[in-house]
């Protein structure tokens, strides 16, 4: 069995990309680049080994009724809203 290797910093770019429903927007709202955003779901992906969104590339991307949905909550609850988590300087 692999150990799962991931950062909250990466939850909480999931939980902001699950709530905006956009990368772009998640990047806006974290202060970061959209290629951390999506690095960061992608990486959260591979490590659960299943699709967290599904990617529509004309209206950008919506959470996945069953991968993304299911690991919003608990991780919502983990990571702090996005309303609640610490903003980073720029």
């Known amino acids: 069995m ?3 290797s991931f950062s909250l910093t990466q939850l909480q770019y999931f939980v902001t990309a699950a709530h905006t429903l ?3 927007q998640a990047a806006r709202e974290c202060h970061v680049s959209q290629p951390s955003i999506s ?3 992608h990486h959260l992906e591979e490590a659960f080994q299943t699709e967290l ?3 529509d590339p ?3 991307f919506v959470v ?3 991968g993304g ?3 919003r909550l608990p991780v919502r609850r983990r990571a ?3 309303d609640q988590r610490p903003r980073k300087s720029l």
Do not use: D
């Open 2 to 4: 692999t150990a799962l």
């Open 22 to 24: 956009n990368l772009t």
């Open 39 to 41: 690095g960061a779901v």
């Open 53 to 55: 969104f599904y990617r």
């Open 58 to 60: 004309s209206r950008g």
């Open 64 to 66: 996945r009724h069953s």
């Open 69 to 71: 949905r299911a690991f």
């Open 80 to 82: 702090g809203s996005p």
